[in-house]
Nanobody, 123 residues
Framework: QVRLVESGGGLVQAGGSVRLSCAAS????????LGWFRQAPEKEREFVAV???????YYADSVKGRFTISRDNAKNTVYLQMNSLKPEDTAVYYC?????????????????WGPGTQVTVSS
């Protein structure tokens, strides 16, 4: 079992920055694929970024160049640095952990989820 808890959300103006953190407890954190997803009101949950256990990363086109995912295995924490925020980035952001490295852009691949943290970007 892996427990995930996000923090760092809030209200920010367009063009601003926010860093989300996701602290994990339970099984060996370093072995998991770690992803960030988001869900805006009345929209489906969508992939944002992923970090493989070896350190490689991949981003959705909508956030590429603005967001950075990183992980600190010693602290069992994964981060999402979000810069140049836009109103369309407003959503609840979720971190997730997967034992499998397949289909990492699909939420169905992930075994564990945090409760989410709200990010609101005002124009």
């Amino acid at each position: 079992q892996v427990r995930l808890v996000e923090s760092g959300g809030g209200l920010v103006q367009a063009g601003g920055s926010v860093r989300l953190s996701c602290a994990a407890s339970g099984r060996t954190f370093s072995n998991y694929v770690l992803g960030w997803f988001r869900q805006a009101p009345e929209k489906e949950r969508e992939f944002v970024a992923v970090s493989w256990s070896g350190g490689s990363t991949y981003y959705a086109d909508s956030v590429k160049g603005r967001f950075t995912i990183s992980r600190d295995n010693a602290k069992n924490t994964v981060y999402l640095q979000m810069n140049s925020l836009k109103p369309e980035d407003t959503a609840v952001y979720y971190c997730a952990a997967a034992a499998s490295s397949r289909m990492v852009v699909s939420s169905r691949n992930y075994d564990y989820w945090g409760p989410g943290t709200q990010v609101t970007v005002s124009s």
